[in-house]
T-cell receptor
Framework: DQQVKQNSPSLSVQEGRISILNCDYT??????FLWYKKYPAEGPTFLISISSIKDKNEDGRFTVFLNKSAKHLSLHIVPSQPGDSAVYFCAASGDDYGGSQGNLIFGKGTKLSVKP | DAGITQSPRHKVTETGTPVTLRCHQT?????MYWYRQDPGHGLRLIHYSYGVKDTDKGEVSDGYSVSRSKTEDFLLTLESATSSQTSVYFCAISVQGDEAFFGQGTRLTVV
């Protein structure tokens, strides 16, 4: 059973508009959430994270929102740029899960296409 | 750049042969990980290490073994490769907190 779910396999947005990528989780022990971006033939690169004690974290054009009661997080990219076109993975971890830092549970990813 | 090098970058091997993938880091980080990425599955943890000679299983460890005799090297071995192990393999390290940083990946094809 998937513990981290990204239900949209793909998303297409116009350059300059907002991109919203969604992620749901089922395990209430998760207390840290991350977003990774992946280009073809490259490794995933860390984008932004959020601890469960917060409900928002912002870094430039990227903002992650966490709704613990709904077990839902989202990544907002504003404004979207063609270079943002990539696969975005949501990931989660927790002290009581896996027993080590960096032991991440990933969603299946959402492919974002930003059109000029 | 977290100083992670994976080798080889690409490999084609036959079913039943042993295969070893290498992950090398230059910055002495304690935690290292092996993930595999498959279409429709995202990334899944195979094994991880929390120090020299200290390793543990991840979500999809069957058919894989690992070794860490030096801080900088983490080896992933497929004792007898099967077609289901055709995948892209990523090594990762933890630099701070739960944030893992990934290598470029090894594309393995088992024919």
């Amino acid at each position: 059973d998937q513990q981290v779910k990204q239900n949209s396999p793909s998303l297409s947005v116009q350059e300059g508009r907002i991109s919203i990528l969604n992620c749901d989780y089922t395990n209430s022990m998760f207390d840290y959430f991350l977003w990774y971006k992946k280009y073809p033939a490259e490794g995933p690169t860390f984008l932004i994270s959020i601890s469960s004690i917060k409900d928002k974290n912002e870094d430039g054009r990227f903002t992650v929102f966490l709704n613990k009661s709904a077990k839902h997080l989202s990544l907002h990219i504003v404004p979207s740029q063609p270079g943002d076109s990539a696969v975005y993975f949501c990931a989660a971890s927790g002290d009581d899960y896996g027993g080590s830092q960096g032991n991440l549970i990933f969603g299946k990813g959402t492919k974002l296409s930003v059109k000029p | 750049d977290a100083g992670i090098t994976q080798s080889p970058r690409h490999k084609v091997t036959e079913t039943g042969t042993p295969v070893t993938l290498r992950c090398h880091q230059t910055e002495n980080h304690r935690y290292m990980y092996w993930y595999r990425q498959d279409p429709g599955h995202g990334l899944r943890l195979i094994h991880y290490s929390y120090g020299v000679k200290d390793t543990d299983k991840g979500e999809v460890s069957d058919g894989y073994s690992v070794s860490r005799s030096k801080t900088e090297d983490f080896l992933l071995t497929l004792e007898s490769a099967t077609s289901s192990q055709t995948s892209v393999y990523f090594c990762a390290i933890s630099v701070q907190g739960d944030e893992a940083f990934f290598g470029q990946g090894t594309r393995l094809t088992v024919v």
